[in-house]
């Protein structure tokens, strides 16, 4: 059975930073990653990063995310730099395989 857990989320002020970890377990994936999804709004791809290390950002947070990945421990990070209130959103980490799973996410409030 696959599990992700998210950690990492809390609250921040506007220009600060915040690191979320999810570790995987019950599966390899090729893709790790996180989306989020503010109040009234879609869920939207922040970013993700493969196996080999390949990397890839929305547009509203190049310059100030990076997306890592421990594929010993099975784990994905989001080091979140220069927050702004409007990056406020439950961030869900997700994983995919043949599937995509998904955690059950965490959220993250930055106040201006």
């Known amino acids: 059975q696959v599990q992700l857990v998210e950690s990492g989320g809390g609250l921040a002020q506007a220009g600060g930073s915040l690191t979320l970890s999810c570790v995987a377990s019950g599966g390899s994936f090729s893709i790790m990653g996180w989306f989020r999804q503010a109040p009234g709004k879609q869920r939207e791809l922040v970013a993700t990063?493969?196996?080999?290390?390949?990397?890839s950002y929305a547009d509203f947070v190049k310059g100030r995310f990076t997306v890592s990945r421990d594929n010993a421990a099975n784990a994905v990070y989001l080091q979140m730099n220069n927050l702004n209130p409007e990056d406020t959103a439950v961030y869900y980490c997700t994983a995919a395989s043949i599937r995509t799973y998904w955690g059950q996410g965490t959220q993250v409030t930055v106040s201006s």
């Open positions: 990063a493969t196996r080999n290390g390949e990397t």
